[in-house]
């Protein structure tokens, strides 16, 4: 399961509203080891596409630097989806390479309704696990 505070639910959605009908992007880094968000990390989408996300190489290697000079990971990788399901694309599973974090997607494809769900990616496969909103 993974429990998200509030305050970083509600960045991830604003972030995925914000830039729509592009497809948004970024990380929710928490201590290492931890299993905790605790920081929101927006993150450009180098594609500007409104079907497809690229983590910008040059900002992914600061924040990855600097998240590591913080003793933190990437507790989750989240990025949206415009027009179709929170669910991930065969392109998603191909590029998911952190084993150990949550992948979150943001469907935005209802303007009245962000879906937030989160995945489990490990060799391929795909699990969903439960979200727990928590204040």
Not at 3 to 9: G, T
Not at 50 to 78: C, G, K, N
Request: aromatic share 6%.
């Amino acid at each position: 399961m993974l429990e998200l505070p509030r305050a970083l639910h509600d960045a991830m959605v604003a972030h995925a509203r914000r830039d729509h009908p592009d497809e948004a992007c970024g990380v929710l880094a928490g201590p290492a080891g931890s299993d905790r968000p605790t920081r929101h990390v927006e993150m450009l989408n180098a594609a500007r596409s409104p079907t497809f996300y690229e983590f910008d190489s040059m900002e992914q290697l600061q924040v990855w630097r600097a998240m590591d000079d913080a003793d933190e990971e990437p507790v989750v990788i989240y990025h949206s989806h415009t027009a179709t399901e929170a669910y991930p694309s065969r392109t998603d599973v191909s590029l998911a390479q952190e084993p150990s974090a949550h992948y979150v997607l943001v469907s935005t494809a209802d303007p009245d309704t962000a879906v937030v769900r989160s995945y489990r990616i490990v060799d391929g496969e795909v699990t969903e696990e439960p979200v727990s909103v928590v204040e």
